[in-house]
């Protein structure tokens, strides 16, 4: 779904407190991925495949703030992060973070609209794993 708004990320300061804060506020299910430094959170049903179960709804994470990384962001879903980051720059955006590979899951960016909000990307892994991004072959 190229172009959707797929997930979204949630910097803390503290981690635990927010794990804490987020879970009993809203109910969402936070999980640490600690090989990452992250978590994960969830907070709707997902299906066998991990994703969302309801449409139109998203899952997030949690991560230690710092950097450029500080205010929460939506990531959106792209076919070539590489070509969509060339295209930011020329629209008078900037690369925050290029591209880096995400496990076996995809490839993820960052980028900083013209008006200075940090925006994440999201590019799937081709079906069946992959090595590099391949456009033709990422599955909705």
């Known amino acids: 779904m190229a172009g959707g708004v797929v997930h979204f990320e949630i910097p803390a300061d503290d981690e635990s407190r927010a794990r804490e804060f987020y879970s009993s506020a809203f109910g ?6 600690p090989e990452m430094s992250y978590a994960m959170i969830k907070t709707t049903p997902t299906d066998a ?7 139109g709804s998203i899952n997030g994470g ?6 450029d990384l500080r205010s929460p962001m939506v990531t959106v879903d792209v076919d070539d992060i590489d070509a969509v980051l060339e295209k930011i720059n020329a629209l008078g955006g900037s690369t925050v ?37 391949a456009a033709d072959d990422i599955g909705a």
Request: aromatic share 10%.
């Open 62 to 67: 949690m991560f230690r703030r710092e950097g």
């Open 97 to 133: 973070t290029p591209r880096q590979e995400v496990g076996t899951m995809g490839w993820a960016a960052y980028f900083r609209d013209t008006e200075g909000n940090v925006v994440g990307l999201w590019q799937s892994a081709p079906r069946g794993g992959g090595t590099g991004p």
């Open 49 to 55: 495949t991990g994703m969302p179960s309801v449409p």
């Open 28 to 33: 969402w299910e936070v999980s640490s991925v």
